[in-house]
């Protein structure tokens, strides 16, 4: 892969970074590319690779950079305590203006032709939600977003197609909560919502006990048709 740590100078203080990976042309519609709280890991660098493959320039940052730089979590007892740990340090609506930053400067690389998408996952796809609700994207996509059911003051700030996927296992995001975000889409058009039945969060991680191959590929299937549709 065509890939590497770059910097991202656009948010008036040293040390933001995130892992860009090129399509094989070089060039192509741009992904901001939204980590779990693992950090920019193996795993998400190789979620970056993939959606580079599918030929987009993709630009996963470094959601912990405040805190901790290039954090690389395993999934393993001391990896979620420390993951866990860092997560409680973030401010989710100043997380939320570092990645939409991080989408702008995407917008500015040679390499990006077209519109460009946020993808999500967990804390990530709140995140994508964020930047979607601040107009820094074309278009987002949230994997089990956690926290956005807490604020749906932002939807009404989303106009650009958006697309939920939630597991209906997963403990940390009921029933209840994705009812409140899916009222909140109600009588819009621009929102679409999956449920994946007997999976539980985190299905979309190979390094993780709960992922679920059919529901993955069913997911970036579904993800795919998307941002073909609107990027």
Same mark, same amino acid.
């Given at each position: 892969?065509?890939?590497?740590?770059?910097?991202?100078?656009?948010?008036?203080?040293?040390?933001?970074?995130?892992?860009?990976?090129?399509?094989?042309?070089?060039?192509?519609?741009?992904?901001?590319?939204?980590?779990?709280?693992?950090?920019?890991?193996?795993?998400?660098?190789?979620?970056?690779?993939?959606?580079?493959?599918?030929?987009?320039?993709?630009?996963?940052?470094?959601?912990?950079?405040?805190?901790?730089?290039?954090?690389?979590? #395993?999934? +393993?007892? !001391?990896?979620? %305590? @420390?993951?866990?740990?860092?997560?409680?340090? =973030?401010?989710? *609506?100043? /997380? #939320?203006? +570092?990645? !939409?930053?991080? %989408? @702008?400067?995407?917008?500015?690389?040679?390499? =990006?032709?077209? *519109?460009? /998408?946020?993808?999500?996952?967990?804390?990530?796809?709140?995140?994508?939600?964020?930047?979607?609700?601040?107009?820094?994207?074309? /278009?987002?996509?949230?994997?089990?977003?956690?926290?956005?059911?807490?604020?749906?003051?932002?939807?009404?700030?989303?106009?650009?197609?958006?697309?939920?996927?939630?597991?209906?296992?997963?403990?940390?995001?009921?029933?209840?909560?994705?009812?409140?975000?899916?009222?909140?889409?109600?009588?819009?058009?621009?929102?679409?919502?999956?449920?994946?039945?007997?999976?539980?969060?985190?299905?979309?991680?190979?390094?993780?006990?709960?992922?679920?191959?059919?529901?993955?590929?069913?997911?970036?299937?579904?993800?795919?048709?998307?941002?073909?549709?609107?990027?």
């Amino acid at each position: 892969m065509n890939a590497k740590w770059i910097d991202i100078p656009n948010v008036g203080k040293e040390g933001f970074s995130g892992y860009l990976s090129l399509p094989p042309t070089g060039r192509g519609p741009g992904i901001l590319l939204i980590q779990e709280i693992w950090g920019v890991n193996s795993h998400i660098r190789a979620v970056a690779d993939q959606y580079a493959l599918d030929g987009y320039v993709v630009l996963a940052p470094d959601l912990f950079w405040r805190q901790q730089p290039r954090v690389d979590l #395993g999934y +393993d007892d !001391a990896g979620r %305590a @420390e993951a866990m740990a860092l997560r409680q340090q =973030v401010d989710d *609506a100043q /997380a #939320g203006a +570092d990645m !939409a930053a991080a %989408a @702008e400067y995407l917008k500015s690389l040679p390499e =990006v032709e077209g *519109a460009v /998408a946020a993808i999500g996952y967990c804390l990530g796809g709140q995140l994508a939600y964020r930047v979607a609700a601040a107009g820094s994207v074309d /278009a987002a996509v949230a994997y089990y977003g956690g926290g956005i059911q807490n604020n749906l003051e932002l939807a009404e700030k989303i106009t650009q197609p958006i697309l939920f996927h939630y597991a209906e296992l997963d403990r940390m995001i009921p029933a209840e909560a994705v009812g409140k975000v899916k009222i909140s889409f109600a009588g819009r058009d621009n929102a679409t919502f999956f449920d994946y039945l007997g999976v539980d969060h985190g299905f979309n991680c190979w390094g993780r006990p709960a992922y679920n191959q059919k529901a993955a590929a069913r997911a970036h299937g579904r993800t795919l048709t998307f941002l073909s549709e609107h990027l």
